[in-house]
């Protein structure tokens, strides 16, 4: 798509110097336009964005660390798109959570949100926070057993009492199923984005590329055929004077694509 856009476009054109509060983009984001893009591609995950709305690159990350098992599992995708979008009151189950949840909305949607809250609340070391990482990591069940009760009696230790300790682990053990860590939720959020931008603002290089890496898969490619129509792009019928060796944007009529030759 890149040395399409060059060719066509600019010649300057990078995909690693894209603006990361690109308007366009955040409008396709949140009409849920999302099909070809990165992670997002699915009918719930299309509902949830539509529900979260993002409008920076932080909620696109969090998009991707919230549907999981772990975060799905308690509800906590739809809490974050809600109170995101001030239909639900944020809130903390502590006032203290604030200090180390404030930037998720109180939700503790990260590995890294767990490693902050058992230092915080059950006074973990940084190595013991990061044990407890590995076990969520890992999905080691018999671990997280091993962890509960010494979360419990740090957080009675700590002043903060043995019951809110319980009540945290409950959510924590979830994780168990299955929760990212902060930097590949950005690392994946970074594709998810630039994939989203391209979509939003060069839709028909985007979807030519699209069509040519899916043309020996009849199915998916019929999905991007009724995304390109969705989306006003005609895809022109074989033309052995036009068309190319792949699906290519025609020269002449400029929201078209022609259907490449080695698809047929």
């Known amino acids: 798509t890149v040395k399409m856009i060059q060719r066509r476009h600019d010649p300057e054109f990078e995909v690693d110097g894209l603006s990361l509060e690109d308007a ?55 809490d974050y798109a809600d109170r995101k979008n001030q239909r639900k009151p944020v809130e903390y189950f502590h006032p203290d959570a604030e200090a180390v949840l404030g930037d998720t909305y109180g939700l503790m949607i990260y590995q890294e949100s767990v490693m902050r809250v058992s230092q915080k609340f059950a006074g ?15 999905k080691i069940r018999e671990l997280m057993e091993q962890e509960r009760g010494k979360f419990e009696e ?23 199923d299955y929760a990212f860590n902060k930097s590949h939720s950005y690392g994946y959020g970074l594709i998810t984005y630039q994939t989203a931008y391209l979509k939003a ?49 025609d020269r002449v009529e400029q929201s078209a694509i022609l259907f490449g030759l080695s698809a047929v």
């Not at 926070?129 to 590995?134: H, I």
């Not at 230790?157 to 924590?172: N, Q, S």
């Open 24 to 78: 366009k983009t955040y409008d396709l984001l949140g009409r849920g336009d999302t099909i070809g893009v990165f992670q997002l591609e699915s009918t719930p995950m299309r509902a949830l964005i539509r529900a979260m709305a993002p409008n920076s690159f932080d909620d696109v990350s969090a998009l991707i660390a919230l549907y999981r098992p772990g975060p799905m599992g308690v509800n906590m995708h739809y």
């Open 124 to 138: 973990y070391s940084m190595a013991e926070a990061d044990n407890l990482r590995k076990a969520c990591g890992k």
């Open 154 to 176: 740090g957080c009675e230790t700590t002043g903060y009492g043995r019951a809110l300790g319980k009540e945290l682990f409950d959510v924590i053990e979830r994780f168990a």
């Open 201 to 249: 603002n060069y839709p028909v290089e985007y979807l030519s590329c699209l069509l040519t890496s899916v043309k020996s898969n009849l199915d998916k490619a019929g999905i991007y055929l009724a995304d390109a129509r969705a989306s006003d792009i005609r895809v022109l019928v074989p033309d052995v004077n036009r068309s190319e060796m792949d699906f290519a944007p």
